[in-house]
């Protein structure tokens, strides 16, 4: 992506600069509304039904979903973004019907909170430690979007500086404001970033030739079928890998975000600010609605550029969207665009680094014997932040490709801490060592499975075969592959170990905030609440606190 040249970077720049003044602007306002962590960390659990849903679906859509998913899709089609927009939009209705209920009714403040009542200290500190690791990784692929932007805008500044100066713009206005600035920011920047992919859209459209251009597209750069989902058997399987490796691929690809993103603390922060159960789970079901409908427009704009321009290098195809607004939208609207853009990977960001802040100070910290009041656990969060913030600099130095990363951070839940969730929720017999043994186990069968799948293949050509050499190409579709099967055996061992251990390690029951056992019948906390639940005013006392 190279904006050198480019006569209107004047206007992107004033755009950009309008978008982190309000930012800076509403953190400092929120800074004086936070009195208490539920303010700072789940802004007071009062959030309507749009600000919830706004706001997850603006967290989510984020670098990945906007120029990962264009680029991606221009080389490999539908087949290349299951992860990222169909396996999150996917994640966000699962977790609606099964999940957000329970924790919304639970009132906590973050994920780790459910492991520590339901399974004790070893697994508050496991699943803390890969929420930090997940939300490490994961606001890197945020920076590194972010430092491309500004590397675009200015190239004599180096990619790393346009990493640190958004780092630091994002770092301050959540240590201000927590979860009540990022959620009203997130509420308006959502207009922007979809309202921009819509008319890049729809102008991309008009240059391919309408609807019936778009459909009659033949090819991507490494997939002659491009609106295929499935893997093609007959021909090049999934992303070229045929027989039973094309569908542990398929099927990691769909699993990847669509479950290992459920046991989250960003997603499940914004379910737990919301003002009750109904809102929560309407606004979960309103965000996957809305990420659906935007979030398959940036792959299918990487489709339509492949038409119009084929001939882009590995440089510059993470710049597909960027580019598309470039040649195709009028200056002011690219200028807004862009801005939104830099905007949405803030959004993003604040919300890791808020999620990752909370996890440190609300069960780490007292874990290891740190008891603080409500003041001090606001500033232990404020300085959390800024401590997440610059570690997540240091991995997207590391690291500079968007998609790979943001796929990483939730393969690396998928196959430790989504059985240990999910089945602690739903099967009461799920003690601690099952949940233990699940989450280790996931992660060693990963490991050996990496090393089998790159070097030998799974029930196939191994991906360094199939990659033709490539050893980047190699290493990552063996990480996503090898996650399929690490998956199964999380979750036979959290069955099976369970099972055996019962005796020795009797299950706790789920308890709420307060340490209070509650109903968890199945039944009672899916979510199929009435919407008028969820949308009508509420009086004051019937603020599900």
């Given amino acids: 992506m190279d904006l050198e040249g480019y006569r209107y970077v004047w206007l992107v720049v004033i755009g950009i600069a309008i978008f982190f003044s309000i930012r800076i602007a509403v953190g400092i306002w929120a800074s004086r509304r936070v009195k208490n962590a539920a303010d700072y960390i789940v802004a007071g659990r009062r959030l309507p039904i749009y600000?919830?849903?706004?706001?997850?679906?603006?967290?989510?859509?984020?670098?990945?979903?906007?120029?990962?998913?264009?680029?991606?899709?221009?080389?490999?089609?539908?087949?290349?973004?299951?992860?990222?927009?169909?396996?999150?939009?996917?994640?966000?209705?699962?977790?609606?019907?099964?999940?957000?209920?329970?924790?919304?009714?639970?009132?906590?403040?973050?994920?780790?909170?459910?492991?520590?009542?339901?399974?004790?200290?070893?697994?508050?500190?496991?699943?803390?430690?890969?929420?930090?690791?997940?939300?490490?990784?994961?606001?890197?692929?945020?920076?590194?979007?972010?430092g491309t932007i500004?590397?675009?805008?200015?190239?004599?500044?180096?990619?790393?500086?346009?990493?640190?100066?958004?780092?630091?713009?994002?770092?301050?206005?959540?240590?201000?404001?927590?979860?009540?600035?990022?959620?009203?920011?997130?509420?308006?920047?959502?207009?922007?970033?979809a309202g921009g992919v819509t008319l890049i859209f729809l102008f991309v459209l008009k240059a391919v030739g309408g609807w019936s251009g778009l459909t009659s597209i033949q090819e991507t750069l490494y997939n002659p079928q491009p609106f295929t989902i499935t893997p093609d058997a007959g021909g090049t399987g999934?992303?070229?890998?045929?027989?039973?490796?094309?569908?542990?691929?398929?099927?990691?690809?769909?699993?990847?975000?669509?479950?290992?993103?459920?046991?989250?603390?960003?997603?499940?922060?914004?379910?737990?600010?919301?003002?009750?159960?109904?809102?929560?789970?309407?606004?979960?079901?309103?965000?996957?609605?809305?990420?659906?409908?935007?979030?398959?427009?940036?792959?299918?704009?990487?489709?339509m550029m492949f038409k119009l321009n084929p001939g882009l290098v590995d440089a510059q195809m993470e710049g597909v969207l960027v580019n598309a607004a470039l040649n195709y939208l009028p200056p002011v609207l690219t200028a807004i665009f862009l801005a939104a853009l830099s905007s949405a990977l803030m959004s993003t960001s604040d919300s890791a680094l808020l999620a990752g802040a909370a996890v440190v100070t609300e069960n780490l910290l007292p874990m290891l014997g740190y008891k603080m009041n409500e003041?001090?656990?606001?500033?232990?969060?404020?300085?959390?932040?800024?401590?997440?913030?610059?570690?997540?600099?240091?991995?997207?130095?590391?690291?500079?490709?968007?998609?790979?990363?943001?796929?990483?951070?939730?393969?690396?839940?998928?196959v430790g801490l989504f059985a240990p969730f999910a089945l602690g929720m739903y099967w009461k017999k799920s003690n601690q060592y099952g949940a233990v043994a699940a989450y280790l186990g996931g992660f060693l069968v990963w490991a050996i499975g990496i090393y089998v799948a790159y070097q030998f293949g799974m029930l196939g050509d191994p991906t360094i075969v199939v990659c033709e050499g490539d050893a980047n190409c190699a290493f990552w579709d063996a990480v996503y592959v090898s996650s399929f099967p690490a998956f199964v055996c999380s979750m036979l061992l959290m069955v099976f170990v369970s099972l055996a251990t019962q005796k020795k390690d009797p299950p706790k029951p789920i308890t709420n905030i307060d340490g209070e056992e509650f109903d968890t019948n199945p039944f009672h906390n899916i979510g199929w609440m009435p919407l008028r639940d969820a949308i009508r005013k509420l009086r004051p006392e019937e603020f599900d606190d």
């Fill in 51 to 146: 600000m919830a849903g706004a706001s997850i679906m603006a967290t989510w859509f984020a670098a990945e979903t906007m120029m990962g998913a264009s680029a991606t899709a221009y080389q490999y089609g539908f087949q290349g973004v299951l992860f990222d927009p169909f396996g999150a939009t996917v994640c966000l209705f699962v977790t609606g019907f099964f999940f957000t209920r329970l924790m919304r009714r639970a009132r906590y403040l973050t994920l780790v909170d459910f492991f520590e009542r339901r399974f004790g200290k070893a697994m508050t500190i496991l699943s803390s430690v890969i929420q930090l690791i997940t939300y490490f990784v994961w606001t890197g692929a945020q920076l590194v979007a972010a």
């Fill in 150 to 193: 500004v590397h675009a805008l200015f190239p004599n500044i180096p990619l790393e500086v346009g990493m640190i100066v958004v780092a630091i713009v994002v770092t301050c206005y959540t240590m201000l404001g927590g979860m009540l600035a990022d959620t009203l920011l997130d509420f308006m920047q959502m207009f922007f970033t």
């Fill in 238 to 303: 999934y992303l070229g890998y045929l027989g039973g490796m094309g569908w542990m691929y398929w099927m990691a690809a769909w699993m990847a975000i669509g479950l290992g993103s459920v046991p989250t603390q960003d997603l499940f922060q914004r379910s737990m600010a919301a003002r009750n159960e109904a809102t929560a789970v309407w606004g979960s079901y309103m965000a996957g609605a809305l990420y659906g409908f935007f979030g398959i427009m940036s792959p299918l704009i990487g489709i």
């Fill in 375 to 414: 003041k001090q656990k606001v500033r232990s969060t404020r300085i959390w932040v800024g401590i997440i913030g610059f570690l997540a600099i240091l991995i997207a130095m590391t690291a500079a490709t968007i998609y790979e990363l943001g796929v990483l951070a939730w393969s690396l839940l998928l």
